[in-house]
């Protein structure tokens, strides 16, 4: 049997173009000598739908969009979609062929942790899906399977051995599994421990694209019951990946460096967010730092030199280093550069609360001042042009509220807001080691500074505390747990609070993209009033 996983692209709701991507790709998989055609978790309807589900309407039209895609069907074909009965949803599966919907299966472990909250609006499947499929006069039993299903090992009903059980002769699993650092070899590992026991071919169609926060790889997989890849779809890339289950093809998996995927993930990311979105042009603060250097690579490659607009905004604490460090940046880019000078209306803004400050010493007040002086230009431009502002902050920075609110923070996305500090370097280096000294070599040497006062670097050692920051967010670390593992007690604990006080600016942040097992945002709810303050030493 030839099967075609197709990994595609959807737009949440937009009933209209799922309809042309499932018929397109369907047709171009039969073209191909497909015998069955299969597309992920709840492609009718994109991919993660939240409320919309709730929506008047919205799960009738997906119903809607499967009988139409049903009555165009020969060739058998599985696709996810959203199931209403008796007023509850489920996440299903359809079987298609012969101009009908044949068969229904429901999701059975519907995950409910970090960005998954499924059991809020869906009913758990009760039967073990097994089709059968008339293939050349024989019947082939298909155990359909979506996502979650795939990751028993952390639920009492086991549904890939009880599948076997049942009499599959293979199974399929149709999914919408977001990137994370490490996903592929986690499944790809989960998948061949299922093939080794079970000795049953098993395939894996996933999600690609970017939705809001969430970034999908694709990366659909195939084994053969003899435990090898014989389907590989590609990384953060529509493909149609054809398998063929009596001739198969040996295909080596390819893990990628950490830092290629996590660039190739944030350029998808940017670039989905803004078509999704009908933006065209991005606009970013160029201070000569590491940060936004980052960031207009990331945009450049994204949306195409023309439509970035990089702006650098001087004070009289900005050094020289600073705008030649931008101008070359952007030279090297190609992108549209521009200086726009803050300090008459830095001076202003001290002008207009002299005498409410009349005494007082001059402090951060003054200092940030100029941060938001430079998100209010940008967002004129925004307002003006129709850019969309990219801000700039890395997640360390977020952590521990190294940054101004309605300032740096200013913007439509966060493009580097789930990576560390150290992250920020190493995908630099990365940079240019593939484009040969893209971003200036003074951009990555020079001590970070936010040069809002006199010779002004930052306060915090990133090699020491990005760690310490990463292990307090993503693995919920203690100070405890910290302090006996060998950190400084007076560092952690220091660091432990500024994450926990600066709740209330993440809250206020632009989206971030997610790359991490735990980013700031819809995978991660901690209170802003919070007096609790984690098991200490």
């Known amino acids: 049997m030839k099967i075609t996983l197709c990994q ?98 429901d999701k059975i472990l519907l995950p409910t942790y970090d960005v998954f909250d499924e059991d809020r609006y869906f009913t758990a499947g009760k039967s073990i899906g097994v089709w059968q499929i008339n293939y050349n006069g024989d019947i082939v039993n298909i155990g359909i399977q979506i996502c979650e299903d795939l990751w028993d090992h952390d639920y009492d009903c086991k549904v890939s051995r009880l599948q076997k059980e049942a009499g599959a002769d293979l199974i399929i699993n149709i999914s919408a599994s977001p990137y994370s650092e490490g996903r592929l070899i986690h499944r790809s590992e989960l998948i061949l421990e299922k093939v080794n026991r079970l000795k049953l071919p098993f395939l894996y169609c996933n999600l690609v694209g970017a939705q809001d926060e969430l970034i999908f790889d694709g990366e659909s997989l195939a084994f053969s019951a003899a435990g090898e890849c014989i389907g590989h779809g590609n990384a953060f890339k529509e493909d149609i990946v054809m398998v063929n289950l009596a001739e198969p093809v040996k295909y080596s998996i390819n893990i990628r460096s950490r830092e290629e995927n996590m660039y190739q993930a944030l350029c998808l990311g940017v670039s989905d967010y803004f078509r999704k979105t009908g933006h065209q042009d991005a606009v970013i603060g160029l201070s000569g730092g590491i940060d936004s250097a980052l960031v207009a690579c990331i945009a450049t490659d994204a949306l195409g030199a023309e439509h970035v607009h990089g702006i650098s905004l001087p004070s009289k604490f ?71 502002v990219l801000s700039t902050g890395n997640k360390t920075e977020l952590a521990l509220g190294y940054c101004t609110l309605y300032g740096d923070m200013s913007g439509g996305l966060a493009v580097i807001s789930d990576l560390s500090k150290t992250d920020v370097y190493a995908l630099v280096q990365w940079i240019n080691n593939i484009h040969s000294d893209r971003i200036p070599e003074n951009t990555i040497s020079k001590p970070p500074s936010a040069e809002l006062a006199p010779d002004q670097v930052d306060p915090f050692d990133y090699e020491m505390v990005s760690p310490i920051v990463d292990a307090i967010v993503e693995d919920r670390s203690s100070p405890a747990e910290l302090i006996a593992n060998g950190s400084d007690a007076n560092l952690v604990n220091d660091l432990y609070q500024r994450v926990r006080n600066n709740e209330y600016k993440r809250r206020q942040a632009a989206p971030g993209l997610r790359l991490s097992s735990k980013a700031f945002g819809v995978g991660r709810r901690i209170p802003i009033v919070n007096h609790f303050r984690g098991k200490q030493p």
């Open 8 to 105: 595609v692209n959807p737009t949440v709701g937009a009933f209209d173009s799922i309809h042309e991507l499932i018929i397109h790709n369907y047709k171009m998989s039969v073209d191909q000598g497909a015998e069955l055609v299969v597309f992920p978790e709840m492609i009718t309807t994109g991919y993660p739908t939240q409320d919309l589900l709730w929506e008047n309407g919205f799960v009738e039209a997906n119903i809607k969009l499967l009988e139409l895609i049903a009555s165009e069907s020969k060739i058998p074909l599985i696709l996810g979609y959203v199931r209403i009965s008796d007023g509850k949803l489920y996440n299903s599966a359809a079987l298609c062929s012969e101009g009908h919907h044949q068969e229904t299966y």
């Open 318 to 388: 900005s050094s020289d280093h600073s705008l030649t460090d931008a101008q070359v940046l952007a030279d090297n880019l190609g992108i549209d550069y521009r200086i726009i000078p803050i300090q008459d209306a830095v001076e202003g803004l001290e002008k207009s609360l002299y005498a409410h400050f009349l005494g007082m010493n001059r402090n951060v007040t003054e200092e940030n001042f100029q941060a938001r002086i430079r998100g209010t230009l940008l967002m004129g431009l925004s307002n003006k042009f129709g850019w969309l």
